[in-house]
């Protein structure tokens, strides 16, 4: 190992639906996190690593901050702010536009008590004109000494390079934390179910909002087979919802199987067969004991 090698923990922190998970997979070059166009796509903080040949970076994606009204809410706001312990550097990703300072003051007062490291990453920069972006880095400067500014584009992949270099310059010397061939701390069948759950939010449009979670009930790879059996359970929180997402002859069913067994088959690299099954639990995102066994317990943040 290079003896300047850097690493550290670099957290990326911002209102929900501004990008985090969609800049997250695209430093890393693998899709990890799930992404949709609508807020608290992300629930929990995922951990991604970036190997190189002289730094390692372990990015920690977070749900979005917001002010929330279930205990899943909650859940979520906490694991955000939990992730401003501990790190290296936070990225706080914000868009250019008209009052968007307004939405992001408690978070920013928040990173100036933290008083940890922080680039201002400006996303979306393709969406918005010269001098809105020159406003809102003026806007946002004045609130925070950031170390560094830098628009970037994720979605189309924009001056991440400018981006990745600021990081590495701005980490300490250390170790290398996790081994150079593991992407992320998340097991297979824990992004099994968040690929069902992103093809959910995709195909379900605005008709059950957030109201779905997925539970991988079975994972087993069959004998001498590059072959996987995937079973698993969609939940929801009302009867009617039961009705949508099974669809006209389980027209809609089928589809989220087909979507999420071609996206899972190319993550795990083999052929499997996807068992879907939808139930209902009331209320479920107020309900501590199924938050905790849908993999969201407030005492392990």
Known sequence: MNKDFKSGFVSIIGRPNVGKST???????????????????????????????????????????????TKLGEYMVKSAYASLKDIDLLLFLTEPGKNMLKKDEEILSDIKKAGVKTILVINKTDTVKKEDLLKTIDEYSKEVDFAEVVPISALKEDNLDTLLKCITDLLPEGPMYFPEDMVTDLTERQIVGEIVREKCLYLLKEEIPHGVAVEVTAMKKRENKDFYDIDANIYCEKESHKGIIIGKKGAMLKNIGSTARYAIEKFLGCQINLKLWVKTKKDWKDNDFLLKSFGYDKKEI
């Not at 800049?23 to 693998?30: D, I, K, P, T």
């Not at 608290?40 to 903080?45: A, G, K």
């Open 23 to 69: 800049l997250m997979n695209a430093l890393v070059g693998e899709k990890i996190a799930i992404t949709a166009n609508r807020p608290q796509t992300t629930r929990n903080s995922i951990k991604t690593i970036l190997t190189k040949q002289d730094c390692q970076i372990v990015f920690v994606d977070t749900p979005g901050i917001h002010k929330p009204s």
